[in-house]
């Protein structure tokens, strides 16, 4: 069976990507990690058990929990695992999944050049995802068919 391990640490749109992947690809089995630290846990312990990588690129550093705050925002994290991720040679594919459209100082479009160069074993794409609208699910679809289907 196919794998796909989302990393994502916003609720709501974790919820709709979980949601998206049930739907459109049911008999792949998916798995959630919520925080850089248990992203980086289960890609450098298990990554190339994966046919794919869905990663934001901002994240807690901590998993939430009732009686956590979830640490401090890293917001480079997404970029912290693509490059242990290279280090590793872990070639597992990524798509970026972000809501962002500028990275420090950087435009999407930019940054999207910036990772096809130093990761080019890894990332393959980027998605902008909006709760308020649905083309990143065709956008989405269309990647992964692309990649592993």
């Given at each position: 069976m196919k794998k796909i391990l989302l990393?994502?640490?916003?609720?709501?749109?974790?919820?709709?990507?979980?949601?998206?992947?049930?739907?459109?690809f049911s008999n792949y089995e998916v798995t959630h990690c919520a925080s850089y630290n248990s992203a980086q846990e289960e890609i450098f312990?298990?990554?190339?058990?994966?046919?794919?990588?869905?990663l934001d690129m901002s994240m807690s550093t901590y998993d939430l929990s009732t009686d956590a705050s979830g640490g401090l925002p890293e917001p480079s994290a997404g970029q912290y695992i693509l490059e242990g991720m290279f280090l590793?040679?872990?070639?597992?594919?990524?798509?970026?999944?972000?809501?962002?459209?500028?990275?420090?100082r950087k435009q999407l479009d930019a940054f999207d050049i910036d990772l096809k160069n130093d990761y080019p074993q890894n990332y393959k794409s980027y998605i902008y995802y909006s709760s308020q609208k649905n083309d990143w699910k065709n956008q989405l679809k269309k990647q992964i068919k692309e990649i592993i289907a």
């Open positions: 990393v994502e640490d916003y609720e709501e749109k974790a919820s709709n990507i979980l949601a998206f992947l049930r739907q459109e312990e298990r990554g190339s058990d994966y046919s794919l990588i869905l590793r040679q872990i070639m597992t594919p990524v798509i970026v999944v972000t809501m962002y459209n500028v990275f420090g």
